[in-house]
């Protein structure tokens, strides 16, 4: 499966973003996908994650309640919606998805840059 991200950009403090991932290639409908981030300095940290057949997510505790993942309808495309940003969330943005059953992400996206001005 071969991963690829798009929609990030520069936009301000309090402005709203949607990130995209388009998978290609098979996926089953137990996988997990989740969005990555990784801002200057720091480590990579897990965003949001959602089951592929399912509508359940998880969030970090930083981005619940401004953060929405999904994947409507039988695409195969997964979103991060985006709101109320601040400059903490600057990053780049990967988008990953992990077989169930398997320890680790295995699949990764390309990352897309999200430039919060305060």
């Known amino acids: 499966v071969q991963l690829q991200a798009s929609g990030g950009g520069l936009v301000q403090a309090g402005g709203s973003l949607r990130l995209s991932c388009v998978a290609s290639?098979?996926?089953?409908?137990?996988?997990?996908m989740a969005w990555f981030r990784q801002a200057p300095g720091k480590e990579r940290e897990s965003v949001a994650s959602?089951?592929?057949?399912?509508?359940?997510?998880a969030y970090a505790d930083s981005v619940k309640g401004r953060f929405t993942i999904s994947r409507p309808g039988a695409k195969n495309t997964l979103y991060l919606q985006m709101t109320s940003l601040t400059p903490e969330d600057t990053a780049v943005y990967y988008c990953?998805?992990?077989?169930?059953?398997?320890?680790?992400?295995?699949?990764w996206g390309q990352g897309t840059l999200v430039t919060v001005s305060s």
């Open positions: 959602i089951r592929w057949s399912a509508n359940t997510a």
């Open positions: 990953a998805r992990k077989i169930a059953g398997a320890a680790e992400f295995g699949s």
């Open positions: 290639g098979r996926t089953f409908t137990s996988d997990v």
